[in-house]
């Protein structure tokens, strides 16, 4: 009985919701079928019980998701995951052959992508400094939208 009544003083400290998540990529179809379509997608190659992938998604791509910027679109993807990726010119793919194909083998990895499904610079890879993250993952998105202007 007394272990109850310490459970319950603990209780409240616990978190009182789930983490927020990503929308989950599926393929591009979806995201060029928006209006206006986004110019480029910012994805996250994330991994189930990785605290740098949350991190990164808490601390990084939320707040970008939660800005609703019109030229970008932020998705994850969990590698291994459940359910296939619709590319369009390939046959559907499992997440982790999704990763393979654009050579993701460490997580989190961000790879900013293009609605064509190319790749539009070099994925950010891990996290070394939560202090310089930003500015690394703000310049990546700088140099990803200086390649899809004419």
């Known amino acids: 009985m007394k272990l109850f009544f310490a459970l319950l003083l603990i209780l409240p400290a616990l978190p009182a919701k789930a ?11 979806p995201l060029r079928a ?14 189930p019980e990785c605290v740098y992938c949350d991190l990164v998604r808490g601390d990084f791509l939320l ?26 010119d390939h046959q559907p793919e499992t997440p982790s052959t999704f990763a393979q194909r654009y050579g993701i083998k ?20 891990g996290i070394s400094s939560r202090d310089f993250y930003g500015y690394y993952l703000d310049q990546a998105i700088e ?8």
């Open 19 to 29: 983490a927020e998540t990503l929308p989950y990529f599926t393929g591009f179809e």
């Open 34 to 47: 928006q209006t206006p379509a986004p110019q480029i997608l910012v994805l996250l190659f994330s991994q």
């Open 63 to 88: 707040p970008i998701h939660r800005k609703q910027q019109s030229e970008l679109i932020v998705r994850e993807l969990k590698v291994p995951g459940a359910g296939m990726i619709k590319t369009g």
């Open 106 to 125: 460490f997580f989190p990895s961000v790879l900013m992508l293009g609605l064509d499904g190319m790749a539009l610079g070099e994925p950010l890879v």
């Open 143 to 150: 140099q990803a939208l200086m390649h899809t202007q004419p």
